[in-house]
């Protein structure tokens, strides 16, 4: 009754997304050394992660580097706005890691 | 009345008689010498829906039936008098003492019968109709328009530009989005829920164009509304639902008498398929989530394995002889509402006990067929009929399940998903139903139940 073609073959449909093409965000360019840069460790909070985080801290204190550790309450859902503006404001890079 | 309605604006016509006719009509035929008669006498302009030569070469032409739907004509033909560019009266079909007080003359159609039915107005012919409807209301729809050409398959387009599950999905042309935006009083630009992954506000109308996709008929389109603004909370988490590993998905349970109004499935197969309402209700959230919330298998999505339930799973509880009030009813919704209670929810086990003539006998088995990690327990006609003899409460049965399985745990240690219980399948067989569970409590998931508006 109403889904018929239009007289030219043609179908005119409603766009069922967003509409929100994401606007194009580049990657942030890798620092060629992480000399004078403050490295921010997120715990996701699934089991060991903390304990690989930890290795990584000790590696990376190894070579005088500034390291600042975070953790999301669960890993069931997205870091809350304030925990990723903090880090945003604190570091210059993120290494987010879990092991399960 | 759909929010959606659009009250036709008058149109300039001349004062005196108008009469809307259609050549197609026997009645119109048979008036014309009315109409020369008023033409020659008062006045009279004819306006004509299908043949501008029709009776006479001073007719209207109403082809494009513009007049016709302004003036809300249902029947043909319909005598007007317009007074200082207003209606000031109209009679349908021909009806000689009517028509006479309308021209304000006497001895009309001398010849012909008092009275004749008129035929239905070519606006109101289905085809037609949802033409005009398109041209009249298509502007309060906001999606972006996409077309395809004729040279395109039309499932094949909307395939390829990832807007379906894998399974064929119904064009949402403007005439069936308009369909379904007529069976909800709210306004399509309303907004439903804010969905995840991506955070985007639904409104009422791209709902719509998921719930046609999806296969629904217009009279889903409350449970869908109720559904999506559920799994939409924080509670329920349809985020972590979708991005875990593990794997569940959204399963919807329908309690009230919208269930019994939509057909939805209670009985026989009921987590099976075979009902349209229990096989595209489930679907229309799958498809919000997917297209508007942009959260796809490969991307926000990260199921292992997934589970065949996750392509849309809906059921009603049965609540013609229920042991028990129904599920909604236990979590706080008024009897008699209509209501949707989503849980998450994975595979299904059949829990068999053919031979338990008590309910502590049956609990205990049922128990032996659970981890203490499941969400769902459907209790089938068969094994219900013992806790109903025995007088067993929905509340009881949930208390000894929980005394049998103590050590009832979460997904890796985490708090386990809250055990819903409901009354649904077929009237033959001694088996009921255990679903799998995710984590419960804060940092997983929790059933949310939300009524079922107009």
Request: proline share 12%.
């Given at each position: 009754m109403t889904g018929k073609p239009r007289p030219d073959g043609a179908t005119t449909v409603l766009d069922?997304?967003?509409?929100?093409?994401?606007?194009w965000r580049p990657l942030r360019p890798r620092p060629?050394?992480?000399?004078g840069l403050t490295i921010g460790l997120l715990d996701i909070s699934k089991p060991r992660g903390d304990v690989f985080l930890d290795r990584i801290e000790a590696r990376l204190q190894e070579q005088g580097l500034r390291v600042r550790r975070y953790t999301k309450p669960t890993f069931t859902k997205p870091a809350p706005v304030d925990l990723r503006q903090e880090i945003a404001m604190h570091c210059d890079v993120v290494i987010e890691a879990l092991a399960d | 009345m759909s929010a959606t309605a659009v009250e036709p604006t008058p149109i300039a016509l001349p004062d005196g008689l108008v009469a809307v006719v259609k050549r197609d009509c026997p009645t119109c035929v048979e008036v014309v010498p009315v109409l020369e008669e008023l033409q020659h006498g008062p006045g009279l302009t004819v306006v004509c829906q299908d043949d501008p030569s029709f009776p006479g070469p001073a007719t209207v032409d109403d082809r494009d039936l513009e007049i016709s739907w302004h003036l809300r004509i249902e029947t043909v033909p319909t005598l007007l008098r317009i007074d200082g560019g207003k209606e000031a009266g109209r009679t349908v079909g021909w009806h000689r003492q009517r028509w006479e007080a309308l021209a304000g003359t006497s001895d009309l159609g001398a010849g012909l019968p008092d009275q004749r039915p008129g035929c239905g107005s070519r606006t109101l012919d289905p085809d037609v109709a949802a033409l005009l409807d398109v041209r009249h209301r298509g502007h309060l729809m906001r999606s972006r328009r996409v077309s395809f050409s004729a040279l395109e398959d039309d499932f094949e387009a909307m395939w390829e530009r990832g807007w379906t599950d894998g399974l064929p999905v119904v064009p949402p042309t403007e005439a069936r989005v308009l369909a379904m935006l007529d069976?909800?009083?709210?306004?399509?630009?309303?907004?439903?829920a804010v969905v995840a992954p991506n955070l985007v506000p639904a409104t009422v109308e791209k709902v719509a164009v998921n719930a046609v996709m999806a296969g629904c008929?217009?009279?889903y389109l409350p449970v869908v509304l109720a559904a999506v603004e559920a799994a939409c909370t924080d509670a329920f988490n349809i985020h972590g639902v979708l991005a875990t590993t593990y794997s569940v998905g959204p399963v919807l349970v329908v309690n009230g008498p919208v269930a019994r109004a939509i057909g939805l499935n209670s009985g026989v197969n009921v987590l099976g398929q075979g009902h349209r309402a229990n096989a595209t209700i489930g679907r229309a959230l799958q498809l919000v989530v997917r297209n508007v919330g942009g959260g796809r298998p490969g991307e926000i999505d990260r199921a292992t394995l997934g589970n065949p339930g996750k392509v849309g799973l809906c059921l009603a509880e049965d609540e013609t002889d229920s042991p028990w009030e129904p599920l909604a009813v236990a979590r706080g919704v008024a009897p008699g509402r209509s209501a949707v209670t989503v849980l998450a929810g994975g595979g299904v086990r059949t829990a068999a006990d053919?031979?338990?003539?008590?309910p502590e006998d049956l609990t205990r088995s049922l128990a032996r067929s659970m981890?203490?990690?499941?969400a769902l327990l459907v209790v089938s006609p068969d094994h219900g009929r013992i806790y109903r003899q025995s007088g067993w409460t929905r509340q009881r049965l949930a208390d000894e399940l929980a005394e049998l399985l103590p050590a009832r745990t979460g997904l890796g240690g985490a708090e386990p998903p809250e055990l819903l219980i409901a009354y649904a399948g077929g009237r033959a067989g001694l088996f009921s139903g255990v679903m799998e569970g995710w984590v419960g409590g804060s940092a997983g998931s929790v059933p949310v139940t939300v009524e079922v508006g107009s």
């Open positions: 069922p997304t967003a509409e929100t093409a994401p606007a060629a050394s992480l000399d | 069976a909800t009083t709210r306004p399509a630009d309303d907004v439903v008929r217009p009279e053919q031979k338990s003539r008590t981890r203490g990690q499941e």
